[in-house]
């Protein structure tokens, strides 16, 4: 099965820099890598997530980059802001309904 | 309506009680997911219903049991649940024949006593 894993486990970054989290997974038929947000007692939210027929792709300052050949794939914030402050979880998929799960990153952005 | 929505918000119940998770969905999902997480953990799947049939069950002890009333609805009855039981759970929902996107609500938080 797919197998994910997520580094940092947590990054610290002065507000209006950049942070990099990266996600390496094992399933070469992996075709589907989302994102999810979660703020402290808030739900998970999907913040960008990007599918195997591309290489990059961007929303404001959140962007998704994805390597094929070496298997994982890397988000970026760029002039974080103290809203970014959260955990973030990178997934990719078992099946077409499961979920593996990165074990997650919490962020905390410096005012 | 682009939301999940679950109640209640917070279930504190004892080990002998039975109570029911609700969740629901008007985005025309056919796909629904029950998951718990810990704290400052990812979210750990427990049950998949595709076209309001049980799909996947993750091995999920008898003292959880899914229900999937119609296409809109999602409940989780509990019975006779442990202390470690204790988590959030959260429901989610898709389109079917992923994978998708996956819509979270914003949980129940249960503590057993």
């Known amino acids: 099965g797919e197998n994910v894993e997520q580094h940092p486990s947590t990054l610290s970054v002065q507000e209006g820099d950049s942070a990099v989290i990266k996600c390496t997974y094992s399933d070469s038929a992996s075709n589907y890598f989302p994102w999810y947000k979660q703020e402290l007692g808030k739900r998970p939210q999907l913040i960008i997530d990007i599918r195997s027929n591309v290489g990059e792709k961007k929303d404001q300052r959140i962007a998704v980059t994805l390597n094929k050949t070496a298997k994982h794939f890397s988000l970026h914030i760029t002039e974080t802001q103290p809203e970014d402050s959260a955990v973030y979880f990178c997934a990719a998929p078992r099946d077409d309904y499961k979920l593996s799960f990165g074990a997650g990153t919490t962020v905390t952005v410096r005012a | 309506d682009t939301e999940v929505t679950q109640t209640p918000k917070h279930l504190v119940m004892g080990m002998t009680n039975k109570k029911s998770l609700k969740c629901e969905q008007h985005m025309g999902h056919r796909a629904m997911y029950w998951y718990k997480q810990k704290a400052k953990k990812p979210p750990e799947l427990m049950f998949v219903y595709s076209y309001e049939k049980l799909s996947i069950n993750e091995s999920v002890p008898s003292r959880f049991s899914p229900e999937c009333p119609n296409s809109s609805l999602l409940n989780l009855h509990l019975h006779a649940l442990q202390p470690e039981d204790s988590a959030l759970y959260l429901c989610?929902?898709?389109?079917?024949?992923?994978?998708?996107?996956?819509?979270f609500g914003p949980g129940t938080r249960l503590t057993v006593l």
């Open positions: 989610a929902s898709s389109l079917a024949g992923g994978p998708n996107e996956q819509f």
